[in-house]
């Protein structure tokens, strides 16, 4: 051939679907006959679809021996990209195919508050409904009700800052914890200035919003008239659920949300301090249901399961806010 023939054009359509899993099926037995059994095919219909893959790619995939086939490089470069695709696609058909006909219920809400709060009593409701399908996604990112799959999501902020149909499922205090052995090693704590004697635990990205300075351990001494803040060190965090992991650990003292740790008071795995000192926040948790999931059971069951432990929580912290949960203020 001329060196100045003009080389054919590559070819740019997309290789057909059914081409792909034929070739995936014969370069994981490396056998026609048994691809071929694989996919409810004959076995010429097999050779069919990678004579045509081979067409469509350009280049041999296979090398054919009288009694085997090996991959060539090409074929392995292919293989080696397809397989995990393949199995993604496959999974996820699974997947669907199981949950097909089954009710569930997306949930949002974030880390800490799905780890602490959400998930150590979403046992009694699955006891309660065994047929409900759960899925919870954990983020900080505000999600779009109108647009996504969440039916229920669950946040934590100021009352202006929630939508209108918001419910506020309970507000919020600060309370001084720590793990009781913590406590044994030394000197009990009396008086609010005694904090100075521990490591005090508190949030890394506290100033980083106004709001969550209420948050703060200065706000909390400023409150209580400790003039100097001067720990034996600090201990930094991102997540509410960290925090209340190192004081469980006996690292330090917290300065605690109260419908996180309510638990681990109630069983005695952390202990309130400071009792007559807790500190109030603006800050409060509320619960959004999507407008198209409100008229199915399913979510119904959850919302009114979430209100009655919402409920109960109110009583464990003494929020004696008797409000409406369908409204809030401003």
Known sequence: MSQNAPQAPLRTRPVGMGHLRAFEAVARHLNFR???????LTQSAVSRQIQGLEDDVGVPLFLRHTR????????????????????GIDGAVRQIRQ????????ISTWA??????????????????????????????????????????LRYTLPSRVLASAERLFGEQLSVVASPWLLQSGEPLKKPADV??????????LYRSHHNEWLSWHRWSHAHGVQRLEPRRWLYFNYAHQIAQA??????????????????????????????????????????????????????????????????????????QDTDLDAHAD
């Open 34 to 40: 048994a691809a071929a059994e694989e996919l409810s």
């Open 68 to 87: 085997a086939v090996e991959l060539t490089g090409a074929g392995a470069q292919l293989l080696r990209a397809l397989q995990p695709g393949m199995y």
């Open 99 to 106: 949950t097909a006909g089954r009710r569930s219920v997306a």
């Open 112 to 153: 800490s508050f799905a780890s602490m709060w959400l998930i150590p009593r979403l046992e009694a409701f699955q006891r309660a409904h065994p047929d409900i399908d759960i899925r919870i996604d954990a983020t900080d990112v505000p999600v779009d009700m109108d647009t996504t799959d969440v039916d229920v999501a």
């Open 196 to 205: 100075n004697r521990f490591t005090l635990i508190e949030a890394g990205d």
């Open 247 to 320: 004081a469980l650990a006996g690292q330090g003292v917290a300065l605690a949300r109260m419908p996180m740790v309510a638990d681990s008071l109630a069983n005695g795995d952390l202990v309130e301090i400071l009792p007559g000192h807790r500190l109030g926040s603006p800050l409060a948790y509320w619960l959004l249901v999507g407008p198209r999931s409100r008229q199915r059971s399913e979510v119904q069951a959850l919302v009114e399961w979430i209100r009655s432990e919402a409920a109960v929580t109110r009583g464990t912290i003494g929020d004696g």
